[in-house]
T-cell receptor, first 115, second 112 residues
Framework: DAGVIQSPRHEVTEMGQEVTLRCKPI?????LFWYRQTMMRGLELLIY????????DSGMPEDRFSAKMPNASFSTLKIQPSEPRDSAVYFC?????????????FGSGTRLTVV | SQQGEEDPQALSIQEGENATMNCSYK?????LQWYRQNSGRGLVHLIL?????REKHSGRLRVTLDTSKKSSSLLITASRAADTASYFC????????????FGKGTKLSVKP
């Protein structure tokens, strides 16, 4: 298994541009989570999906952020327009609730820099 | 808001020594998990302890949970330089697969 795959690994963009982060969860995992990590705020849950349906998006900072999961093997997190304060590492994680003892599997993250 | 808070924020030890990290949380939990993060990488799941368990072992890891004190500890025995990483506790709340809320982590440095 290749694990949770995120792309791109690094993204540098100018303020005001649209940014799309991508995630492929582990096959058979039906829960998917988007987290953001910064030095100041640590790891914050942005949104999570169960069976492709968004369950809790209360962590999404504002309307500039949106996430979709069109099928079980793909999710996107979009920021439009991007701002310098969005600079962070964005992680995608997936899990199989029937195997809760195994926790979440995280991707390697996307390091976003907005200049 | 943070649910779990790790203590200490940073820990530096010599190879071979034991490392103990603590985690306190605020609300009732279903389970508590520990993760490791190497610099520039994603988090890796280490161990999960359920709210009705008090102690769990996995290799050189030992986790305890005291729900009356809302606290947990992670002990790494006979530490190695490769254990150098940040360690996070995460509390599972809500339904069968609700949110995992992470603390800010303990940065462990093991000197060879």
């Amino acid at each position: 298994d290749a694990g949770v795959i995120q792309s791109p690994r690094h993204e540098v963009t100018e303020m005001g541009q649209e940014v799309t982060l991508r995630c492929k969860p582990i096959s058979g995992h039906n829960s998917l989570f988007w987290y953001r990590q910064t030095m100041m705020r640590g790891l914050e849950l942005l949104i999570y999906f169960n069976n492709n349906v968004p369950i809790d998006d209360s962590g999404m900072p504002e309307d500039r952020f949106s996430a979709k999961m069109p099928n079980a093997s793909f999710s996107t997190l979009k920021i439009q327009p991007s701002e310098p304060r969005d600079s962070a590492v964005y992680f995608c994680a997936s899990s199989n609730p029937s195997r809760a003892g195994y926790g979440y599997t995280f991707g390697s993250g996307t390091r976003l820099t907005v200049v | 808001s943070q649910q779990g808070e790790e203590d200490p924020q940073a820990l530096s030890i010599q190879e071979g020594e034991n490392a103990t990290m603590n985690c306190s949380y605020k609300t009732s939990i279903n389970n508590l998990q520990w993760y490791r993060q190497n610099s520039g990488r994603g988090l890796v799941h280490l161990i999960l302890i359920r709210s009705n368990e008090r102690e769990k072992h996995s290799g050189r890891l030992r986790v305890t949970l005291d729900t009356s004190k809302k606290s947990s500890s992670l002990l790494i025995t006979a530490s190695r330089a490769a254990d150098t990483a940040s360690y996070f506790c995460a509390t599972g709340v809500g339904g069968s697969q609700g949110n995992l809320i992470f603390g800010k982590g303990t940065k462990l440095s093991v000197k060879p």
